[in-house]
């Protein structure tokens, strides 16, 4: 078994941000332990990690379609659900989850997100531009 870590959101008051929660998952390369991250960040936090006021802001329905990591680079592609629904606090915080989550193995130190195959530059109505692969922020905080 490995150990993987996948992130989910905390909001008390005006402060906000991803903290870290690990996920034992089947040992695998490091391709496959991104894939079991992010299955693992799809389901959302589980009942204990609820109690202690954790949520995700991917929403429901989201699937994975592909998880790689080459080079410096994790790809990972979920359907478009991921942009469906919430303003611009939730599209940052589920990109901060994929980020964080996304950059944890090996090498990979940026995520370039794609949504159905596409890759993507913005997210949502509110367009929140990605512009670029991404690398976790100086903070977790939101």
């Given at each position: 078994m490995a150990e993987v870590e996948v992130y989910f959101v905390w909001a008390r008051g005006t402060e906000s941000g991803v903290v870290v929660r690990r996920r034992a998952v089947p040992d695998r390369e490091p391709s496959g332990l991104l894939e079991s991250a992010m299955l693992e960040l799809?389901?959302?936090?589980?009942?204990?990690?609820?109690?202690?006021?954790?949520?995700?802001?991917?929403?429901?329905?989201?699937?994975?379609?592909?998880?790689?990591?080459?080079?410096?680079?994790?790809?990972?592609?979920?359907?478009?659900?991921?942009?469906?629904?919430g303003g611009?606090?939730?599209?940052?915080?589920?990109?901060?989850?994929?980020?964080?989550t996304g950059t944890q193995f090996g090498e990979a130190r940026l995520?370039?997100?794609?949504?159905?195959g596409q890759l993507r530059y913005y997210l949502g109505g509110e367009g929140l531009i990605i512009g670029e692969p991404l690398g976790r922020p100086n903070s977790p905080d939101l």
């Open positions: 799809l389901k959302g936090p589980d009942e204990e990690e609820r109690r202690l006021g954790l949520f995700s802001e991917i929403p429901e329905g989201t699937r994975l379609l592909a998880a790689e990591i080459k080079g410096q680079f994790a790809h990972v592609d979920v359907t478009r659900e991921f942009e469906s629904g611009s606090f939730s599209m940052r915080a589920r990109v901060y989850q994929v980020v964080f995520v370039t997100l794609y949504l159905d």
